[in-house]
């Protein structure tokens, strides 16, 4: 038998974090969020169980999904993101925020996604100092609509 080809990886084409970025639309302007150095979105899908008389398998029935965000901030700037937070908190609106990502492939390739009308979710450390380590803040967002793949990878 020979070696099978198709189940090489040429580690020369594989992606690390350096080559994604993350950007956030505040007020119509789109930012290169460069102080944050970790991010990830997460699709959660909802099933509910469905078993049918005679049947001994039980049927996932898709029933919704929601979409997270999350980061995590190093504190350089905060007149995005914390300052848009402290004016809603002022007049009892909280902002939404539409995020895209960029993933740049090893030939030059994009993968783009967009995530739009997140909502902060959850906790957000407004201040929270330790001795000797970096100032972070974690964010955690909520989207509220489809995101959308813009480029994606093709196969060679």
């Not at 038998?1 to 950007?23: A, P």
């Not at 007020?27 to 290169?32: F, I």
């Not at 029935?61 to 929601?66: E, Y």
């Not at 994009?110 to 000797?132: E, H, M, W």
Request: hydrophobic share 35%; net charge negative; charged share 20%.
């Amino acid at each position: 038998m020979g070696l099978n080809d198709q189940s090489l990886v040429d580690v020369r084409k594989v992606l690390t974090g350096k080559d994604g970025q993350l950007f956030v639309t505040v007020k119509g302007q789109q930012y290169l969020l460069s102080e944050s150095n970790e991010f990830s979105a997460q699709l959660s899908i909802n099933n509910t169980d469905y078993q049918p008389s005679g049947s001994s398998l039980v049927y996932a029935i898709n029933t919704g999904f929601t979409l997270t965000l999350t980061l995590t901030e190093v504190v350089i700037r905060d007149d995005l993101m914390l300052l848009a937070l402290h004016e809603g908190l002022k007049d009892g609106r909280l902002p939404w925020f539409d995020f895209s990502t960029k993933l740049r492939g090893y030939d030059g390739s994009y993968q783009r996604q967009t995530f739009p009308n997140c909502a902060p979710d959850g906790s957000i450390d407004l201040v929270n100092i330790k001795p000797g380590e970096l100032v972070q803040r974690p964010w955690s967002f909520r989207c509220n609509a489809i995101p959308e793949l813009l480029e994606y990878f093709k196969s060679a």
